[in-house]
């Protein structure tokens, strides 16, 4: 990809994930993503990917955004009552 087109799309995620619904969207995929912990016990590689795949999504929109990782700690404790 040519750096005018990584620029443009940059700018579009950070025109979609920097507005206010874009903010609340991208939370509720960190929550979603994170909500679920991968069962050593009895690994489902399908499970397993399935987690990568959704981290890697939400890795990339952090890349585009220039932004670090948030702690996905705090997203996960509501999840534990």
């Not at 679920?36 to 489902?44: E, L, V, Y």
């Not at 890697?56 to 929109?61: D, G, H």
């Amino acid at each position: 990809m040519k750096d005018i087109e990584m620029k443009e799309l940059r700018q579009v995620y950070k025109h979609i994930f920097e507005s206010e619904a874009g903010k609340r969207l991208y939370w509720d995929l960190q929550r979603i993503a994170n909500q679920n912990k991968i069962n050593s016990d009895s690994p489902d590689p399908y499970a397993c990917v399935y987690k990568v795949a959704q981290q890697a999504l939400l890795k990339r929109i952090d890349n585009m955004l220039e932004r670090e990782r948030p702690n996905t700690q705090k997203l996960t404790e509501g999840n534990r009552k």
